[in-house]
């Protein structure tokens, strides 16, 4: 019965790997979003999606790429990992004018 | 650009007792949401309340509930009767609701980090 939910939870990498990190939601909602929380607990936007187009992407390096195959998934690819990238990523979801995010367990993602 | 701003790092309270989070933010909308999320240490985000702008009453939910001053742009928190599960990082948030592009963000403050002591 999980409404957002990430795989995987936890992940551990090599600099210079390339990692994804999927998201799905069951809620229906129509737009979904992720977010990095560093390690100062700072938690900020990276991108949304509305109806599997992009419309916000902030200042973010070339290096991330979402994709949003439908409505009800989300998936973050990173390539060429760095040190910089470790942090935890969030997924969440909401109803087109409704407000309320709910966000997914997170994904801890540690670069060695 | 939307700020938010939490100035308490820390604080903590004995079982039982009431607590206040601050928070402020600055904004030239009209129309826009509030939001306080709770992160345990289990790390999953969890929604505690939620005020709309145009809302004049503060939102309550069971032991917690807000104190909402527009003019001042202050969005305060508080917890009554607090528990030990209570214990967790509090972040204040806000948005701008409808429309497209960086309408749909949420912008969050640094959080506060409140310990509830037996």
């Known amino acids: 019965d999980t409404a957002v939910s990430q795989t995987p939870k936890y992940l551990v990498t090599q600099m210079g790997n390339d990692k994804s990190i999927k998201c799905e939601q069951n809620?229906?909602?129509?737009?979904m979003y992720w977010y990095k929380q560093d390690s100062k607990k700072f938690l900020k936007i990276m991108f949304s999606?509305?109806?599997?187009?992009?419309?916000i992407n902030e200042t973010v390096p070339n290096r991330f790429s979402p994709k949003s195959p439908d409505k009800a998934h989300l998936n973050l690819h990173i390539n060429s990992l760095e040190l910089g990238d470790s942090a935890v990523y969030f997924c969440?979801?909401?109803?087109?004018?409704?407000?309320?995010?709910?966000f997914g367990p997170g994904t801890r993602l540690t670069v060695l | 650009a939307q700020t938010v701003t939490q100035s308490q790092p820390e604080m903590s309270v004995q079982e039982a007792e009431t607590v206040t989070l601050s928070c402020t933010y600055d904004?030239?909308?009209?129309?826009?949401?509030l939001f306080w999320y709770k992160q345990p240490p289990s790390r999953q985000m969890i929604l505690v309340i939620r005020?709309?702008?145009?809302?004049?009453q503060n939102a309550t939910e069971n032991r917690f509930s807000v104190n909402f001053q527009k003019a001042a742009k202050s969005f305060s928190l508080k917890i009554s009767d607090s528990q030990l599960g209570d214990t967790a990082m509090y972040f204040c948030?806000?948005?701008?609701?409808?429309?497209?592009?960086?309408?749909?963000?949420?912008?969050f403050g640094k959080g506060t980090l409140l310990t509830v002591n037996p």
């Open positions: 005020q709309e702008a145009y809302k004049q």
């Open positions: 809620l229906g909602h129509d737009t």
């Open positions: 948030a806000f948005m701008t609701p409808g429309g497209g592009g960086s309408n749909y963000k949420l912008t």
């Open positions: 969440a979801s909401s109803r087109t004018g409704e407000g309320t995010q709910y």
């Open positions: 904004t030239s909308e009209n129309n826009y949401y």
């Open positions: 999606y509305n109806n599997k187009e992009l419309i």
